[in-house]
């Protein structure tokens, strides 16, 4: 039984982690696939899967490249208390 739940955990990550790896026209694919063949049920996910194959890039970090970062230096300054 332990073995039963590792694999399906296992099988689970591979699949996110192709999920988030693949191509971005291949994955627009699969979701224009899905929509024809998923049942009626699972429209609204299928509709978050869409919206989410079309956003490029994420959102979370705020650390990318083409952020704009402030030319002058960030100037902090030490303070000394006696004792």
Do not use: N
Request: proline share 4%; hydrophobic share 45%.
């Amino acid at each position: 039984m332990q073995a039963l739940i590792t694999y399906l955990i296992v099988a689970t990550a591979m699949v996110y982690a192709a999920w988030l790896l693949m191509p971005q026209a291949l994955r627009r694919r699969l979701v224009a696939y899905l929509k024809l063949v998923a049942p009626a049920s699972r429209q609204k996910w299928i509709a978050r899967l869409e919206r989410a194959s079309e956003e490029t890039g994420c959102t979370t970090c705020k650390a990318c490249a083409t952020d704009k970062k402030s030319l002058a230096p960030q100037i902090k300054t030490v303070e000394f208390h006696r004792r």
